[in-house]
């Protein structure tokens, strides 16, 4: 989903001016990288949470070549879903959770 079309649906669901949606969505993504460089985590309350882990350094392959290579440490965000927003996608035989579509 693109962010006009995001911003298009936030504002038929809620109502609120397109402008307004635009700045509200610009600021929650400058408070999202804020969050995570400071506190390492970014919680979208119903949702879930951006999270900051370290993934291991590891030695991998060249595609090409076959020759190993080493792939240093770093930093990596990761979203963790919380169990509402997993519900949605209900295991088999059990039944789904309620589809709300917002954005229709």
């Known amino acids: ?10 504002m038929r669901a809620s109502g609120i001016s397109k402008a307004n949606v635009e700045r509200f969505y610009d600021g929650l993504v400058i ?3 804020k ?4 506190k390492g985590e970014f919680v979208l309350p119903g949702l879930g949470a951006f999270k900051v882990r370290v993934r291991k350094a590891r030695i991998a392959r ?4 076959g020759e190993p290579v080493k792939v240093p440490s770093k930093k990596v965000v990761r979203f963790v879903a919380y169990s509402a927003l ?3 996608f209900a295991k088999k ?5 309620e ?6």
Request: proline share 6%.
């Open 1 to 10: 989903m693109t962010k006009d079309k995001m911003v298009e649906g936030v």
């Open 35 to 38: 969050e995570l460089q400071n």
């Open 31 to 33: 408070l999202a990288k």
């Open 99 to 104: 589809n709300v579509d917002l954005l229709a």
């Open 86 to 88: 997993k519900d949605l």
């Open 62 to 65: 060249n595609p090409r070549t």
């Open 93 to 97: 035989g059990e039944k789904p959770a």
